[in-house]
């Protein structure tokens, strides 16, 4: 069915990445054979519609009663970690000071280490926590020296409550990609980012709002264009 088809494309997409980083260490190898595969037959991800406009985040936040639960919140939305990573987040994993989170290899989906820089609403919910108490993990469990280990059910009570039943956890991290991508934000920065191996995978968060459409076309300047097309523009016709 299309659900397969989307994770064999996935499964090829990670095999290639791992042929293409085995080819630059060089490990021996020489060819990718995951990019000779005929994937035509193979169906592409349906673009998904769960990201959250400005004002739809602020009817979320503004549902929720704890100062944690917006920590939450604001983590997903502007620094697009995912569920676990968000709640395994430890003190130790963030610089205050060059306004930084550090997620290290073993915590990322990929396994590749990534590094965010601080949106200032992220700044601002971490440094209300007093210094004190900026140690072990952000989002603390009942048990001691242990992490929250799940948000899902506090966060469809804060759902229920914005009237907002069909928000899922994970599109706060579809959010702050399309917000990305929305601002302009080169798509090499903004998959760096997410901690996504391929351009494929970014492009499934990429939604156009008529503001960034009408940016886009207002860029046109007929004073700066040459009369000359170039290939590029000739293949685009």
């Given at each position: 069915?299309?659900g ?6 996935r ?15 060089d ?51 502007y ?10 987040l ?57 992490a ?31 917000w ?29 709002s008529?503001?960034?459409k009408r ?5 046109i300047?007929?004073?700066?264009l ?9 293949r685009?016709?």
């Amino acid at each position: 069915n299309g659900g397969h088809h989307v994770q064999t494309r996935r499964d090829l997409a990670f095999l290639s990445s791992l042929y293409t980083r085995a080819r630059r260490w060089d490990c021996g190898v020489t060819d990718n054979p995951a990019k000779n595969v005929d994937k035509s037959d193979l169906r592409e991800a349906r673009s998904r519609k769960g990201h959250l406009k400005p004002h739809e985040f602020e009817k979320l936040l503004g549902a929720c009663r704890q100062e944690n639960h917006r920590r939450f919140m604001i983590l997903g939305a502007y620094t697009g970690m995912r569920h676990q990573e968000i709640l395994k987040l430890s003190w130790d994993e963030i610089d205050m000071k060059q306004k930084t989170i550090n997620l290290p290899g073993d915590r990322t989906k990929n396994r590749e280490p990534r590094e965010i820089p601080m949106h200032d609403s992220v700044f601002d919910t971490l440094s209300s926590t007093p210094k004190p108490k900026r140690s072990g993990y952000v989002f603390k469990g009942r048990k001691e020296n242990k992490a929250e280990n799940n948000f899902g059910s506090r966060f469809r009570r804060i759902r229920q409550r914005a009237g907002m039943p069909k928000v899922r956890v994970h599109d706060l991290r579809h959010t702050f990609a399309s917000w990305l991508l929305q601002s302009g934000v080169p798509d090499k920065t903004a998959r760096d980012l997410m901690g996504h191996l391929t351009p494929s995978m970014t492009d499934r968060y990429s939604h156009n709002s008529l503001r960034s459409k009408r940016r886009a076309v207002a860029l046109i300047d007929l004073n700066t264009l040459s009369d000359t097309q170039s290939s590029d523009e000739n293949r685009a016709g």
